[in-house]
Nanobody
Framework: QVELEESGGGSVQTGGSLRLSCAAS????????MAWFRQAPGKEREGVAL????????YYADSVKGRFTISQDNAKNTVYLQMNSLKPEDTAMYYC?????????????????WGQGTQVTVSS
């Protein structure tokens, strides 16, 4: 059984930083793509960052490029999202996701496993 557990969310002021963690069990992160998504109230879930954990290729939504970094620790079977220079518009529930297939797009329909989410709130 695959389980993804996010942690690290919280409340920060504009310009602050947070690091989210996604610990996987029943799934080896080094085998398939993993990603972070977010969903604000009343909005659709949107892709934030994607990592192809075998090759290390990374992709980001335009809105977070240069501010967010996705990374992996294979020994801990954990994926991270380092978020710097946070803005109020980054406020959302953040979800970790893992895919069964080898090639994906940064859209929810490509992903098969989801965590429960961790809340990020950025105040101005």
């Amino acid at each position: 059984q695959v389980e993804l557990e996010e942690s690290g969310g919280g409340s920060v002021q504009t310009g602050g930083s947070l690091r989210l963690s996604c610990a996987a069990s029943g799934y080896t992160i080094r085998s398939k793509p993993m990603a972070w998504f977010r969903q604000a109230p009343g909005k659709e879930r949107e892709g934030v960052a994607l990592i192809y954990t075998v090759a290390g290729n990374r992709y980001y939504a335009d809105s977070v490029k240069g501010r967010f970094t996705i990374s992996q620790d294979n020994a801990k079977n954990t994926v991270y999202l380092q978020m710097n220079s946070l803005k109020p518009e980054d406020t959302a529930m953040y979800y970790c996701a893992a895919a069964k297939r080898s090639w994906v797009g940064l859209v929810p329909s490509f992903f098969d496993y989801w965590g429960q989410g961790t809340q990020v709130t950025v105040s101005s």
